[in-house]
């Protein structure tokens, strides 16, 4: 009984020292993951500033970002951001072309815990001259 009791309480500790401890490595935390710009004119361009922090231990090295389509264009920080400083990624979304719920998805790939991270700017692009 006592071995038993002895075991649990070593168990408990390792699991608590465990869950202490910080993942080794970059991690990056988006301050939004989503803009929605509401109703904007066939051809308009809106843009969003997506600002994210490297909230690991390891500097954070973004080594692409995917857009869905040519549309959007996105701007990133091409030098590693340093644990525990933000970093900024411009997106543009050209309406040009486009109708309707608009969902543009940009993917970013780095070296972060969470290797992919998503964002996206939302609008309702409504015919010229409504």
Request: aromatic share 8%; net charge positive.
């Amino acid at each position: 009984m006592k071995k038993l009791v002895l075991f649990m309480v070593m168990a408990f500790f390792a699991i608590a020292v465990q869950a202490q401890e910080k993942k080794d490595g970059a991690e990056i935390i988006f301050k939004e993951k989503s803009i929605d710009f509401g109703d904007i004119t066939q051809g308009d361009k809106v843009e969003h500033t997506f600002v994210f922090e490297n909230t690991g231990n390891a500097p954070l090295i973004i080594s692409n970002v995917a857009v869905t389509c040519g549309c959007t264009a996105p701007n990133w920080p091409k030098t590693p951001i340093a644990p525990g400083e933000k970093g900024e990624m411009k997106v543009v979304f050209n309406s040009a072309g486009k109708m309707g719920k608009q969902n543009s998805v940009v993917r970013v790939y780095s070296n972060a815990a969470e290797p992919i991270e998503k964002v996206s700017l939302i609008s309702n692009v409504l015919p010229k001259g409504k």
